[in-house]
């Protein structure tokens, strides 16, 4: 399946060989947000172990490979949050880091577009925030300012965020494995992870190749953070968990269309709608990927499987877990107009193509043609309320990112910094003792350590929770 942002994601298998027994770190997922996280742990201790376990045989397989491409400013999110924050610092080191690895990106700049009067207060408070966050360079436009931009647009008012880009998340995501790999870190995909317990002074980790059935493989490993992306919650331990950690992923699917190369010339750059504020991932867009495609996307419909990257696509455990979560039928009974809405412009190329005439009036169904689609790991809380910042928790020895929605993959090197900051604080990165079937004070010797990490020690004081594992 081809991406928005890519049309290979990484096939290579790591030619790391089997895991090994024992490590400091594990992380869990090598989407962008696990591969940052892991590069970001070793930079700032080189020498630390780290065994990132990822289920699929290429790194970028789900959300990171399957997303817009946009390497946003930071100006949709609510002030003090962490989304805000993470965004406006991670584009720009975001796009530093492709700069300096090759890997294909642009700085093109966004029009956000008000097509009617009443969008213009929505608008403002668009501009408000952005305003508020610190993205740089906003500017209003008038329908001739947006005609400058963009010149098959049209609307009655105007943002420029001319700090917008476009990356190929998948690039990026290969590019940071690669760094992983000569820091020392170890890849290993293919390797599903079946969940964990405590054990001694830290977490041992079940895991097996994808698709076996024999008794799994244990990963001892000090310290452990999981970056699971649509298995998020999965992986999580239940119970006990702090305001917004009580959550479930449901699966929204993304579905795109690609303008045929004729039409492909309507759109110079980025074109997006003026955005519900209750509702900021809804409104479809156009955007120019870096391999020069425009996409027309996404819909997004609640789906039965969490790689429903075909519509068809029902996995009985996904689909169990989205109807048993009561969430799920409180966001129905709210959102059921808008859901519609969505089911029409999802199998109806003629609703797409009238939604974005009001911002290309030039454009039309027949310049749609298929495109691929992406499946969105929404948390939902047992309110139906959406969740929309990132939510990081976890206990004296695991981090779990429970919900990294876009902008997680622009924001993905910033963010990784701060659960980094987050793990250190709540339980130490230190190398420690190789301790296991070989290791112990010898290993510990050799590392030239002597006491007990500081880390350790707090691990040993905090309670924490028993165990995780998979199955929602
Ligand atoms: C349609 C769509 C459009 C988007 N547009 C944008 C955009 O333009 N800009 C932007 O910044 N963001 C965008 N996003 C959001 C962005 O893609 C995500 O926020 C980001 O990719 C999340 O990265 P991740 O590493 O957390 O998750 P993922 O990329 O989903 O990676 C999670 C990984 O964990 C692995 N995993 C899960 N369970 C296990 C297990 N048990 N054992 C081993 N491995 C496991 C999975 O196989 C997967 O590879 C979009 C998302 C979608 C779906």
Not at 268 to 296: I, K, N, Q, S
Request: glycine fraction near 12%; charged fraction near 25%.
């Amino acid at each position: 399946m081809p991406s928005p942002t890519t049309s290979a994601p990484d096939r290579g298998r790591a030619a790391d060989g089997d895991p090994p027994g024992s490590c400091d770190l594990v992380v869990v997922g090598a989407g962008i947000v696990g591969l940052a996280v892991a590069r970001e742990a070793l930079t700032r201790r080189p020498g630390l172990r780290v065994v990132v376990l990822e289920r699929e045989d290429a790194v970028a397989a789900h959300q990171t490979g399957h997303n817009s491409g946009v390497a946003h400013s930071g100006l949709y999110y609510r002030p003090g949050s962490l989304k805000a924050r993470l965004a406006v610092q991670g584009v720009e080191s975001l796009l530093a880091f492709c700069a300096e690895h090759g890997v294909a990106h642009e700085r093109c700049g966004k029009v956000v577009v008000a097509t009617r009067s009443e969008e213009v207060p929505r608008l403002d408070e668009l501009e408000r925030r952005g305003r508020a966050n610190g993205v740089p360079g906003l500017q209003r436009l008038d329908p001739a300012g947006i005609r400058r931009h963009e010149p098959h647009v049209r609307g009655v008012d105007g943002l420029w965020s001319p700090g917008t880009g476009i990356v190929d998340f998948a690039g990026a995501s290969r590019a940071l494995a690669a760094d992983v790999r000569a820091r020392g870190g170890a890849l290993h995909l293919g390797r599903e992870v079946l969940g964990a317990a405590r054990s001694g002074d830290g977490v041992h980790v079940r895991h097996r190749p994808r698709g076996a059935t024999g008794a799994p493989d244990v990963l001892r490993a000090r310290r452990a953070i999981v970056c699971a992306g649509a298995w998020a919650d999965a992986l999580a331990p239940r119970g006990a968990a702090p305001a917004d950690g009580d959550v479930r992923v449901v699966p929204f699917r993304g579905a795109y269309r690609v303008l045929r190369p004729e039409a492909a010339s309507l759109v110079r750059g980025l074109v997006y709608p003026v955005p519900d504020p209750d509702l900021p991932f809804l409104g479809v867009h156009l955007t120019r990927g870096t391999d020069g495609e425009v996409h027309a996307g996404p819909t997004a419909l609640l789906v039965g499987a969490r790689d429903a990257y075909r519509l068809t696509r029902v996995r009985r455990r996904d689909l169990g877990a989205t109807v048993r979560w009561p969430g799920t039928w409180r966001m129905a009974r709210t959102w059921w107009r808008t859901a519609g809405g969505e089911v029409h412009r999802t199998v109806s190329r003629r609703a797409m193509a009238a939604e974005l005439a009001r911002m290309v009036p030039d454009l039309r169904a027949a310049d749609l043609l298929p495109g691929p689609a992406g499946v969105r790991a929404q948390a939902l809380r047992r309110d139906g309320g959406l969740v929309d910042d990132f939510v990081l928790d976890g206990d004296d020895r695991t981090l779990h990112v429970r919900n990294a929605p876009s902008p997680a993959a622009t924001a993905s090197l910033a963010l990784a910094a701060e659960i980094v900051d987050r793990a250190e604080a709540s339980f130490g990165l230190e190398p420690t003792q190789r301790w296991g079937a070989t290791g112990g004070r010898a290993a510990l010797e050799r590392r030239g350590g002597g006491a007990a990490a500081p880390g350790l020690s707090r691990a040993r004081a905090a309670p924490g929770r028993a165990r995780w594992r998979t199955g929602p």
